[in-house]
């Protein structure tokens, strides 16, 4: 039943399997209770599975509800974009129709769910869309105005005009393509409630007409004019250097570029490239230097690639300079999809062009250069979806928007470096936050179920063995890690490589076995591993005739014929049902095995670390990575071996749950084996369920976390809430009560003239800096 109770086909799982075990029992009984066994069967197999049916149909209904809102949300994000660019009205009254249409079937369909209250609260929603929208329309027109129009007096004129709809003297004084704009908004129905909100987004607007944006923006104009004429001076100095036929091809180039004509602008610098290269060894031949041809070819790619993209700035606004943008550094493998057929012509060109680290290097400048000059003077839709990744709001475009924005997001946050002639993407450290954990926006994302494009391609690229250096590896790998087996409130795990966009079972085998090789072994290098277990998947021949040899006379008298049965059945011994030893030793013996360790060695080995990384749990903590073993890395025994420092933390936690429950929970292993003894029922015992961030051993930057939970009346495990909300207890909560401990011991020690040098030493340095210290933790842990 807790095998299947959340499976979607659950009930007739559980029907199967429960079935079979009855009758598998009743088969194995004697005749006088073999009929008990079956009516008993049968009457727990019928009410079970009835209850499973139940809550799979409660469970399909609510995900009906959630699609349906979810679906209300996208209609409204493409509702609000058609009103902001002033779509056919057509278009308009059909995705409100649609909104109509999703509000009359969640008030039919879910009444339960969708209650008076919340369906009053989706159509308050709605109708601030369609106010929101419409603001923004005007603020998109307003930007369409000259620029001698587009003044912060303008903008005060169309504030005032809102506010005084009636007023004509107001009226007249806002720019005539706007009034129409101003009349619509004012009769909407949400815009009395909204009127705050509409008058904010003009204060954006006239923000960045500030004088000093304006001189800023001048600046930016003229410092891109600056640097086009020192191209074009340069590449005029170098081709006097070149021969009358290059000459000639290089003036032609730059008349290509002046008459618009791409497609003789590629096939020219193909030309030129071709000449040079047929000039070097009549230079060569002769001791002359090549560096006047180098130049000649850089100094012309150089003002080509400048000319083309700024050409193409010019035609663009900021949402079209994101995209341009993101087409360019990417190498044309991303985004493109909203500019101009012109403009797109321009971006392929350029792409095309690209053959050395120096082009690349320029691209990157170039399309960088334009993102900051046409900074927008409003919130992108881009910058709406960014901000929804943070604020969980709902985003312009639905979830496709804010893919879009996590995936340029991820791209960005990429290092692109040529190799073979081709962008090679890698993991660039500055990506992630010092302990491993991507920025908030990514979290914000894959909390949503959605795998940027980006990051799935970096991760498989890994997953196949393609990354530039070893930093890309270890980045990958706490990507990887950060996003694989999410802890959720219940106690149980998610791992969020599964969602669209993210990584085949064989990948995530790839990632899974890699981390496992590195938790027990900090100490490899992460590149060199990845490429042993890529090797290996590469050769499973070879890796399984070595787990053969490798294992070999386990267990003793054994018929079985391959190495997946022998390490199938090595690992049930040494692990039993912990599932995470199972999955820490499995790649660890095939590395050994494929490196010709013997089964002696291999079996000590596992000895050893089984002994050195998990522990009993004594029924205080349960683990799930471990299953229920009884043991696990996380237990109070493994961080704290000492009994005394273990009970003061027990001690502590029995305080916090006094504190914040009022005595309703109790914490301790002796009244969790028979609570009945002490007056308490199973609902009254407290376990600590732990949240590591993926490491054998806590540190600094893999903090430890325990959740308190009971068990329910069916038996499941559910998070305590205190007066202060959820209760989290963190490893270091009684580090101050272990610290006098400690702090004591060392006094005694001394009292007595047996202290050691290193615990005389570190007393003296603690009482000149005080320092809080867990003496059984270490720095371990991958």
Not at 26 to 44: D, E, Q, R
Not at 143 to 169: C, G, R, V, Y
Not at 546 to 560: K, Q
């Amino acid at each position: 039943y807790q095998k299947h109770r959340f499976d979607d086909e659950g009930s007739a799982k559980f029907a199967k399997e429960f079935g079979d075990f009855v009758d598998e029992t009743a088969a194995n009984a004697s005749p006088k209770f073999s009929n008990i066994i079956n009516n008993v069967g049968t009457t727990l197999l019928a009410s079970n599975k009835l209850n499973m049916q139940s809550k799979e149909a409660e469970r399909k209904r609510t995900n009906l509800a959630s699609s349906s809102q979810a679906d209300f949300e996208n209609k409204l994000g493409i509702l609000q974009d058609l009103i902001a660019i002033s779509a056919p009205q057509i278009d308009i009254d059909e995705a409100k129709a649609d909104i109509e249409s999703i509000l009359t079937s969640q008030s039919k369909a879910f009444p339960e769910i969708f209650t008076p209250e919340v369906l009053n609260r989706n159509r308050n929603t709605f109708r601030t869309t369609v106010v929101t929208g419409a603001a923004q329309n005007i603020v998109s027109k307003a930007l369409t105005l000259p620029a001698e129009d587009l003044t912060s007096d303008t903008i005060n004129n169309i504030e005032q005009a809102l506010l005084s709809p009636k007023n004509q003297e107001l009226q007249d004084a806002v720019p005539e393509s706007i009034r129409p704009l101003i009349q619509d908004i004012v009769k909407l129905e949400g815009f009395g409630t909204n009127k705050a909100a509409v008058i904010r987004s003009l204060d954006a607007l006239r923000q960045n007409l500030q004088v000093g944006e304006v001189n800023e923006a001048q600046r930016k104009r003229a410092e891109r004019d600056e640097i086009q004429d020192t191209a074009a001076s340069d590449a005029i100095t170098f081709i006097s250097e070149l021969g009358e036929e290059e000459k000639v091809i290089a003036n032609k180039i730059q008349d290509a570029i002046a008459d618009g004509n791409l497609g003789e602008v590629a096939s020219l610098i193909k030309d030129l490239d071709k000449k040079i290269d047929e000039a070097r060894p009549t230079f060569l031949s002769g001791n002359k230097s090549t560096r006047p041809l180098d130049a000649a070819q850089i100094a012309i790619r150089t003002f080509t690639i400048r000319s083309l993209i700024a050409d193409a700035s010019d035609q663009l606004d900021a949402d079209g300079s994101e995209d341009l943008h993101l087409f360019l550094t990417t190498g044309g493998n991303k985004g493109g999809s909203s500019l101009p057929p012109a403009v797109m012509d321009i971006a392929r060109t350029v792409v095309g062009l690209q053959d050395t680290a120096q082009d690349f290097t320029i691209v990157r400048s170039e399309a960088d250069r334009v993102l900051r000059e046409n900074a927008p003077t409003t919130p992108t839709a881009l910058d709406r979806a960014f901000a929804s990744l943070t604020s969980n709001q709902v985003v312009d475009g639905g979830d496709a928007k804010v893919r879009e924005a996590g995936d340029v997001y991820v791209w960005r946050s990429l290092n692109v470096a040529p190799e073979n002639q081709q962008p090679a993407f890698y993991l660039s450290s500055s990506a992630f936050q010092e302990n491993g954990l991507p920025a908030a926006p990514i979290t914000g994302l894959m909390s949503r179920r959605v795998v940027p494009e980006g990051m799935g391609d970096a991760l498989s690229a890994l997953a196949s063995g393609v990354g530039l250096n070893d930093e890309a590896y270890v980045n990958g790998l706490n990507m990887f890690r950060s996003f694989y087996r999410m802890p959720t409130a219940d106690g149980t795990f998610l791992t969020l490589w599964s969602n669209p966009g993210g990584l085949s079972p064989d990948e995530q085998s790839v990632f899974q076995t890699v981390l496992a090789l590195q938790r027990l072994q900090p100490e490899r290098n992460v590149k060199e591993t990845f490429f042993q277990v890529i090797e290996r998947k590469q050769n499973p021949d070879t890796t399984e005739a070595n787990i053969m040899v490798a294992l070999s006379g386990y267990p003793p008298n054994s018929e079985l014929k391959t190495g997946r049965g022998m390490m199938s059945k090595y690992l049930a011994f040494k692990a039993g049902g912990n599932r995470l030893g199972r999955e820490l030793f499995e790649p660890l013996i095939v590395s050994m095995a494929n490196n010709n360790f013997t089964f002696k060695q291999i079996d000590k080995e596992i000895d050893r670390l089984k002994e050195s990384i998990f522990a009993p749990t004594d029924g205080l903590v349960v683990d799930r990575l471990s299953g229920f073993s009884g043991s696990s890395p996380y237990s109070l025994r493994a961080v704290f071996p000492d009994e005394e420092i273990r009970s003061l933390f027990v001690s502590k936690v029995q305080r916090v749950l006094d504190e914040q429950t009022d005595g309703q929970f109790v914490f301790s292993a002796v009244a969790g084996k028979n609570p009945g003894k002490f007056g308490l029922e199973d609902k009254n015992m407290v376990v600590l369920v732990p949240f590591p961030n993926l490491s054998l051993k806590p540190n600094d930057k893999n903090r430890l976390m325990y959740f308190p939970m009971y068990k329910n009346e069916a038996n499941e495990l559910v998070p305590i809430i205190g007066k202060d909300g959820p209760l989290l207890i963190p490893l270091e909560l009684a580090n101050q009560e272990i610290q006098n401990l400690v702090t004591r011991r060392e006094e005694e020690a001394i009292a007595r003239g047996a202290a050691s040098d290193k615990a005389k030493k570190r007393r003296r340095r603690q009482s000149q800096t005080p320092k809080e210290i867990l003496p059984s933790m270490d720095d371990g842990g991958a």
